[in-house]
């Protein structure tokens, strides 16, 4: 309770990062630098086989999404500018209505309203039945 000593324990804790990871994240982190390439090249071409299945998939069956490929990292950009919704209603049209978990991308700036980020450091099968539910959802907005 005494705040002179709180304050004193918080400056030793930051010195040291404690709170900032643990033993097993310090091995994990010593494995992945000093042995992990093998395992980084599959990840980053199974990432790079998400991006062309989500293109693929949007292209054959939304083409008014323009899907961006993005480099070097595990998320892709959807420009959903085409389906004339604000911030909100795509953020509710992709939680609520898909049930799938996105960036709106207005957070990210002004140029972002109407575009979504997606995560693809996934499973594909996770991922084709997030796009199936994309898909459906968006066929029963676009009929009602």
């Given amino acids: ?3 002179s000593v709180r304050e004193r324990l918080r400056c030793e804790a930051g010195r040291y990062d404690v709170g900032l990871g643990n033993v097993f994240g310090t091995a994990a982190l010593r494995a992945a630098y000093t042995g992990g390439d093998e395992w980084l090249d599959q990840l980053n071409g199974y990432i790079q086989d998400n991006i062309t299945f989500v293109a693929d998939y949007i292209e054959r069956n939304r083409p008014e ?3 961006y490929r993005t480099e070097g990292t595990y998320m892709i950009w959807l420009d959903c ?3 004339g919704m604000n911030p909100q209603e795509l953020l509710d049209f992709f939680a609520q209505k898909a049930g799938v978990a996105i960036s709106e991308g207005s ?3 002004e140029q972002g309203p109407g575009f979504v980020r997606l995560v693809l450091a996934i499973p594909r099968e996770v991922l084709k039945r997030a796009m199936d539910q ?5 066929l029963t907005v676009k009929s009602g």
């Fill in 65 to 67: 999404i323009k899907v």
């Fill in 81 to 83: 500018r085409s389906m």
């Fill in 1 to 3: 309770p005494d705040e």
């Fill in 107 to 109: 957070m990210f700036g």
């Fill in 134 to 138: 994309i898909y459906e959802a968006y």
